[in-house]
């Protein structure tokens, strides 16, 4: 297996996916909107699949696309949390050689090698073995893999194993080195990706014999490295850095990962992952054994369709289909083998990179932008894992904020992965975005008030573009309660408004929670430490019920009928569309005849 520098482009989302047009005045919270319901038939999503589909074939078939069309396959799905809303594929004039047969026409349904996105479930079988009991992320290494305990260094800074957890290999914060036994310099194939054929002519040393790893892909004759000979090589390698100082990428962080895997269950990686997690989701399509040659795509340039990964197998060793890896996208966003709290601790970074958008997960690679909204800065958070081998690029995206899912994997040149991302990305985000909008302001905004005429309560909601639900009105017994939480919210006047955002609980079947918060409006910064962020909620309560809480109860086609103010002891009865004017100008009237001001 091999991993070349050339696939480092498909990790790096840009940072500016289009250029921003109208931006709001105010600091924006981040998931101001519950997750849409998205289906094939959701407004507006028919015509930008098309779009795309038009876009897609005719730059596969143009000289002008900024990759080699001819020899270049390609398969791309988007899913959300039911159904896929749209896949396509295109299969290469030229095409590899395939030993068993003809090449089968390119569908959602051809086999690929997603390489590293491998890592996903190698990550997700130790979380399932830790649900299980049979494990904790903080265990050492050692605990699992026996036989790096007291191993001896030929190095004097040799890895301290016993430091090393199952959290910081995942997080790719142990420091190991990256390889052992492959994309090394003394592999000819390696050598030629570098465009030279003898180390020595770029001013390398000869090696004698014994100098040469015993085991490897890429040397004639060589085999995959045991279990033995991995960790024989491995630890009398010194450590890049010291554990949790800084994630440097490691593919032997994983290969322990599986020998981990192996030492807990009694079973090989490829039955553990089949076991836990293909068969479970029903991944039929998901191996690591290679498939026949005419089910997948097999690219005519210098590809590792054939290569036995052995041991290499949790760290890139998987093949799969677009339909199966978007199916494993959608029970990632429904939570169907983990907890939901476990899912929404996976999903965060784990340590930083040099960039400000980007940082490693578990084994995620995390992006963070504010540049997928044309009227809007938001931070946006994309949850993804890229891959590569020779001849295969591949990537899944996960945006929990819209439940959505996107898989692209490319055969051929690896250049084409970023082009059809992206133009995923900028016609189907602000789609999706109006969807949810749309569908919050139908559910919840409008009025709510008191169906006891002798108390004075009411409050209005309405949908402010990309900010959220705001809040415009808010009386308690007579009083302009709106007016009063901004004072105390703000005793530095400090202009903004207040809005509710979703905190992703529920009290009963048919509700859902919310909070209100005071959001300033953009500040200049307040020097290196600027504190003009958004982080305090439920500051408020009045005889330990909070002040901030509104629950929404929802009828069986999931719009809200009342809205709870559990710090204000009341309830509020959402009023129909038409009725909401004539119900407040009947409380006017009531409120104005013992001043004498009607008659």
């Not at 836990?276 to 498939?291: V, W």
């Not at 006891?452 to 017994?477: H, M, P, R, Y």
Request: a negative charge.
């Amino acid at each position: 297996m091999y991993r070349s520098t050339a696939f480092l482009f498909i990790w790096a989302i840009p940072y500016a996916l289009f250029c921003a047009l109208v931006r709001s005045s105010r600091l924006e919270p981040a998931n101001p909107f519950p997750p849409p319901t998205l289906h094939q038939e959701s407004p507006g999503l028919n015509a930008i699949f098309e779009s795309l589909e038009d876009k897609f074939q005719h730059a596969a078939r143009s000289e002008s696309s900024p990759w080699i069309t001819n020899i270049t396959s390609f398969s791309v799905a988007v899913t959300s949390t039911s159904e896929n809303l749209w896949t396509t594929s295109y299969t290469a004039p030229i095409l590899g050689n395939y030993s068993d047969g003809s090449p089968t026409p390119m569908s959602d349904h051809s086999y690929f090698r997603i390489a590293s996105i491998s890592k996903v479930f190698t990550v997700l079988a130790i979380l399932l073995q830790e649900k299980a009991g049979n494990c904790s992320l903080r265990d050492p290494i050692t605990r699992h893999v026996p036989e790096l305990k007291d191993r001896a260094g030929a190095y004097t800074d040799k890895i301290e194993w016993n430091s090393i957890t199952l959290e910081t290999l995942a997080s790719q914060l142990s420091g190991i080195p990256r390889e052992y036994g492959q994309s090394d310099l003394t592999d000819p194939l390696t050598d030629r990706e570098h465009h030279f054929d003898d180390p020595v002519n770029v001013g390398l040393p000869p090696l004698g014999d014994g100098d040469v790893p015993p085991c490897g892909w890429n040397r004639p004759g060589s085999t995959p490295c045991t279990r033995k000979e991995m960790i024989d090589g491995l630890t009398k390698r010194p450590p890049s850095f010291e554990p949790n100082y800084k994630a440097s990428y490691s593919n032997m962080a994983f290969v322990l990962l599986g020998f981990a895997l192996e030492n807990m269950t009694g079973l090989g990686y490829a039955d553990v992952v089949r076991s836990n997690i293909f068969d479970p989701l029903g991944m039929e399509r998901a191996t690591l054994a290679k498939p026949p040659d005419t089910d997948g795509v097999i690219p005519s340039l210098l590809n590792d369709w054939n290569t036995d990964e052995g041991t290499y197998g949790p760290t890139g060793g998987i093949y799969t289909t677009a339909s199966d890896l978007a199916l494993f996208a959608r029970s990632m966003l429904t939570n169907k083998l983990l907890d939901t709290t476990t899912t929404n601790a996976w999903f965060h970074p784990r340590s930083y990179s040099s960039s400000w958008s980007f940082a490693y997960g578990m084994p995620w690679e995390i992006f963070r932008t504010s540049d997928m909204l044309s009227d809007s800065d938001r931070i946006q958070t994309i949850v993804t894992k890229a891959g590569g081998l020779r001849g295969y690029t591949s990537q899944l995206l996960l945006i929990p904020e819209y439940n959505l899912g996107l898989v692209v994997f490319v055969a051929g040149d690896g250049h084409a992965l970023s082009w059809l991302r992206e133009e995923v990305l900028k016609l189907l985000i602000p789609a999706v975005e109006k969807i949810a909008r749309d569908q919050t302001a139908s559910k919840l905004s409008g009025s709510y008030i008191s169906s006891d005429a002798t108390i004075n309560s009411s409050t209005t909601f309405e949908v402010n573009g990309s900010q959220g639900l705001v809040v415009t009105s808010w009386i308690s017994n007579g009083t302009d309660f709106l007016a009063q939480f901004v004072d105390m919210s703000n005793p530095k006047r400090k202009p903004g408004n207040v809005q509710l955002t979703p905190s992703n609980v529920s009290r009963g079947n048919n509700s859902e929670v919310w909070r209100a918060e005071y959001v300033l409006n953009k500040l200049p910064s307040e020097g290196i430490v600027n504190t003009n962020l958004i982080i305090d909620v439920d500051n408020f309560s009045y005889a330990s019920r909070s002040l901030e809480e509104f629950v929404f109860e929802l009828d069986k086609f999931g719009r809200a009928m009342k809205v709870a103010l559990p710090g204000f002891r009341i309830t509020l009865d959402r009023q129909a569309v038409g009725k909401t004017l004539d119900a407040f100008d009947v409380r006017l009237r009531e409120l104005m005849k013992p001043l004498g001001l009607m008659h």
